[in-house]
């Protein structure tokens, strides 16, 4: 196994990988791979934790980082940060991939200074990890009643105490709605790549 950073000859391969795992996953269909196409020139993109996992000299895995922002009721703006998506191949799913290509980044975003990655995910999973309910942390998700916890609202602190005495709500990354925003776009682009079905089946989110 080998992680290592993204190089632009892997662009399509990754988009293609992504599309793979994400495909009839949370929505018939995916959106991730358009998500991740236009994010690499987005400002708040990370390039140093835009990340690769090989096995075998094959990418099966990638994981990319976002600047994102905590806003205090005093108006206050707290520099906080975000991932995803992240994806294993469907081949090499349930095999531990994922959590080690997870954890092998937030390493890298603790070294470069990354002082909180706040993210939506499943605490049964993401716990592993080190998360905790955002909520605990005094972090409450946009769109949200700031009393409620949100389950699948989760943080974690990657230098202790970057958090003490903060309470406010986090705003996920704009761009991460390019599809929504861009439909024909992402119509185009999703038609460059191999046909698949479509499915609506249980436990998806749309």
């Known amino acids: 196994m080998n992680i290592r950073l993204e190089r632009p000859e892997d662009y399509r391969e990754v988009e293609n990988l992504t599309r793979e795992a994400f495909w009839n996953v949370?929505?018939?269909?995916?959106?991730?791979?358009?998500?991740?196409?236009?994010?690499?020139?987005?400002?708040?993109?990370?390039?140093?934790?835009?990340?690769?996992?090989?096995e075998d000299g094959r990418i099966i895995g990638h994981?990319?980082?976002?600047?994102?922002k905590i806003i205090c009721e005093d108006g206050h703006v707290?520099?906080?940060w975000t991932f995803g998506p992240i994806s294993i191949h469907p081949r090499y799913k349930r095999k531990g991939y994922g959590l080690k290509l997870l954890q092998y980044s937030l390493d890298k975003a603790r070294q470069i200074?990354?002082?909180v990655v706040c993210m939506e995910g499943n605490i049964?999973?993401?716990?592993?990890?080190?998360?905790?309910?955002a909520s605990s942390l005094g972090i409450h998700?946009?769109?949200?009643?700031?009393?409620?916890?949100v389950p699948y609202f989760l943080a974690q602190e990657l230098i202790p105490g970057y958090l003490h005495g903060v309470e406010g709500t986090y705003?996920?990354?704009s761009g991460y709605f390019v599809a929504d925003e861009q439909p024909e776009a992402f119509?185009?682009?999703?038609?460059?790549?191999?046909?698949?079905?479509?499915?609506?089946?249980?436990?998806q989110l749309v």
Not at 141 to 149: D, M, V
Not at 190 to 198: H, I, L, Q
């Open 63 to 68: 994981v990319m980082y976002s600047k994102a």
């Open 187 to 203: 119509e185009a682009y999703d038609a460059t790549f191999p046909k698949k079905e479509k499915l609506r089946l249980p436990g």
């Open 141 to 149: 998700y946009h769109g949200e009643p700031t009393e409620s916890p």
């Open 78 to 80: 707290v520099p906080a």
């Open 26 to 54: 949370y929505r018939p269909g995916c959106l991730e791979h358009f998500v991740l196409h236009h994010y690499r020139g987005n400002p708040d993109f990370i390039p140093e934790l835009d990340l690769v996992l090989e």
């Open 124 to 133: 049964d999973f993401y716990g592993h990890a080190g998360f905790v309910l």
């Open 113 to 115: 200074g990354i002082g």
């Open 171 to 173: 705003h996920t990354p």
